[in-house]
T-cell receptor, first 113, second 114 residues
Framework: SQELEQSPQSLIVQEGKNLTINCTSS?????LYWYKQKYGEGLIFLMM?????EEKSHEKITAKLDEKKQQSSLHITASQPSHAGIYLC?????????????FGTGTRLKVLA | EAQVTQNPRYLITVTGKKLTVTCSQN?????MSWYRQDPGLGLRQIYY???????DKGDVPEGYKVSRKEKRNFPLILESPSPNQTSLYFC?????????????FGNGTRLTVT
C-alpha cells in the first residue's frame, strides 16, 4: 500500500473555482514538500512545511500541515489555466531509524477556461 | 542559474544496447538521486548518493548502475536495457538527506527501449 496517499487522483475545475488536494500518511511527516509537474517535464518545488500547524502561501496557493503532522492540504484559490499540471507531495518519514523520502502518486489538475 | 541538468531529454534505443543518462548539478549539493516515473506507480527511487563515492540502492535498482566520482555528476547507466525500462527518468539533488531539504529536479529523460 502507498505510504503517502494523495487525493483526488484527478481534478477538473472551471477557471476561477477553488480546489483542495490532500496528502495523508499513517506515519509522522518530518518534512512535507509540494511539487508541481507540467506534463512530461521536471518537478518544480513549491513549498516545504516542517512544523505541525504550519501554513504557507505563495500567490494563490496555500499549503497546510496538520498539528499531528500526518496530513497536508494544498489549496488553490481562484484557479487559472496556468495552475494545470500534476501536483505531488513528498515527505520525509522515519523508516528503520533513518529518514526516507517518499512521494504520493500525484493529482492531475485540469483547469477549464 | 542553479539547476540540475539531464541529458538527453529523449532517447530511443534497442534492447541490450548500453546507454548512459548524464546528470549534473551546479549547487554543490551532497545528495543526488535517480527516479523513474511510470503511470499509476508514481516516482520510484532507483539509486541515490549521499556524497562522492557513496552510492546506495533505492527501491528499484535492478538493471541500473550509477557512479559518483565527482560531487556535481551522477550518471545513470543501463548496461543492457530492456523494454520494461521504458520510462520517464528524473535526476534530483539536495543539500543533504536528513530532513527539511527539498529536492531539485532535472527536466527528465524519456527513454524508450524497443
Amino acid at each position: 500500500s502507498q505510504e503517502l496517499e494523495q487525493s483526488p487522483q484527478s481534478l477538473i475545475v472551471q477557471e476561477g473555482k477553488n480546489l483542495t488536494i490532500n496528502c495523508t500518511s499513517s506515519k509522522t511527516l518530518y518534512g512535507l514538500y509540494w511539487y508541481k509537474q507540467k506534463y512530461g517535464e521536471g518537478l518544480i518545488f513549491l513549498m516545504m512545511l516542517q512544523k505541525g500547524g504550519e501554513e504557507k502561501s505563495h500567490e494563490k496557493i496555500t499549503a497546510k500541515l496538520d498539528e499531528k503532522k500526518q496530513q497536508s492540504s494544498l489549496h488553490i484559490t481562484a484557479s487559472q489555466p496556468s495552475h494545470a499540471g500534476i501536483y505531488l507531495c513528498g515527505a520525509d518519514i522515519k523508516s528503520s531509524g533513518t529518514y526516507k523520502y517518499i512521494f504520493g502518486t500525484g493529482t492531475r489538475l485540469k483547469v477549464l477556461a | 542559474e542553479a539547476q540540475v541538468t539531464q541529458n538527453p531529454r529523449y532517447l530511443i534505443t534497442v534492447t541490450g544496447k548500453k546507454l548512459t543518462v548524464t546528470c549534473s548539478q551546479n549547487m554543490n549539493h551532497e545528495y543526488m538521486s535517480w527516479y523513474r516515473q511510470d503511470p499509476g506507480l508514481g516516482l520510484r527511487q532507483i539509486y541515490y548518493s549521499m556524497n562522492v563515492e557513496v552510492t546506495d540502492k533505492g527501491d528499484v535498482p535492478e538493471g541500473y548502475k550509477v557512479s559518483r566520482k565527482e560531487k556535481r555528476n551522477f550518471p545513470l547507466i543501463l548496461e543492457s536495457p530492456s523494454p520494461n525500462q521504458t520510462s520517464l527518468y528524473f535526476c534530483a539533488s539536495s543539500w543533504d538527506r536528513g530532513y527539511n531539504s527539498p529536492l531539485h529536479f532535472g527536466n527528465g529523460t524519456r527513454l524508450t527501449v524497443t
